[in-house]
């Protein structure tokens, strides 16, 4: 009988602060805003805005934020993320694989560094990274490759490793979106398909993330058959003067009850885990918005977090890449 080899499987995201202080957040957000990937002004021009004016004021108005989802076991994001670590590593020992799951973080902790020497003290013999990014951005899963990459950069031994380019059509992620969605909204509800936005400066120098939401956005409706005037698409938490991509998901807010929509579900098929953006900037204030001009009944889709069905998807994700 052929032995198996020893996977090492890096449940990677985009990262939390370690916790809900001004301080903790402050460092979060330099290591975040100061990578190129997703800023990229001049050096000499950015920093000493950063650390002048935008960390001091920024870092203290969102700790109120943070702390009003926190959770005994740390932020929401890690949190759902352990548990999916967990409950992967379980659906693919149950698989028969020889398979160890850490979780890394583009930024904040568990690091990628950290993460990398927890599989190699395992003795693994090849990794699998799984960004938990369904959709390509550069601002994420390119993000995450340049940690990934740096984090090897001073190793002789480096593994054969996989790494998911993206999964935004991938048949068990589409279902669990589905089910998801069949399961919490009402027939007489409007779907708002948000999704984190990026600057249009970035699409136009080559990034297809928009690309990549609208084919999950059109799979999805294709199979709830959805007519046009049921769903729409937008983009959320922009930053800075600059445009971003369009249309914006507050505005959408501010005109949806004149246009007729009264009643609006909002589920962010682009995040995996719910976490700061989903749980307050979507749950909280968007509904606000969206009720003080209006509306009259709302509703936020969770993310999939550790559902049964999205942790089948990422173990045959997993799977298909093991023994390649």
Request: net charge neutral; glycine share 4%; aromatic share 10%.
């Amino acid at each position: 009988m052929t032995k198996k080899t020893k996977i090492g499987v890096l449940l990677a995201n985009l990262g939390t602060p370690d916790a809900a202080t001004p301080s903790a957040i402050s460092r979060y957000l330099w290591q975040f805003l100061t990578d190129p990937r997703v800023v990229d002004l001049p050096r000499y021009k950015w920093y000493p805005l950063l650390r002048s004016i935008i960390l001091p004021l920024r870092s203290k108005r969102i700790a109120g934020n943070y702390q009003a989802i926190w959770t005994p076991s740390g932020s929401p994001l890690l949190a759902i993320t352990r548990q999916q670590q967990q409950a992967l590593q379980q659906a693919l020992w149950s698989a028969g694989e020889d398979v160890t799951v850490e979780i890394a973080m583009s930024y904040g902790n568990p690091s990628m560094s950290q993460a990398i020497q927890n599989l190699m003290a395992q003795n693994v013999e090849k990794m699998i990274v799984l960004p938990l990014f369904p959709q390509y951005s550069s601002t994420t899963t390119g993000a995450l490759f340049d940690a990934f990459a740096n984090a090897l950069k001073n190793q002789r031994n480096i593994l054969p490793f996989e790494f998911v380019h993206s999964y935004h059509l991938h048949p068990d992620y589409l279902s669990a979106l589905c089910q998801s969605i069949k399961a919490r909204m009402q027939e007489d509800e409007f779907l708002l398909f948000s999704y984190h936005g990026i600057p249009l400066r970035y699409e136009e120098k080559g990034d297809y993330y928009r690309q990549h939401c609208k084919q999950t956005t059109l799979a999805i409706v294709d199979k709830l058959g959805l007519a046009e005037t049921q769903w729409a698409i937008s983009f959320q938490s922009r930053f800075g003067r600059e445009e971003w991509l369009q249309p914006y998901t507050d505005h959408f807010m501010q005109q949806a009850a004149a246009q007729g929509i009264k009643k609006l579900a909002v589920i962010c098929p682009g995040f995996s885990v719910d976490c700061l953006e989903t749980l307050e900037e979507i749950n909280e204030e968007n509904r606000e918005i969206f009720l003080s001009h209006g509306g009259e009944q709302y509703q936020y889709i969770p993310a999939l977090n550790a559902e049964p069905l999205h942790i089948e998807m990422m173990k045959n994700i997993i799977l298909q890449h093991c023994h390649q």
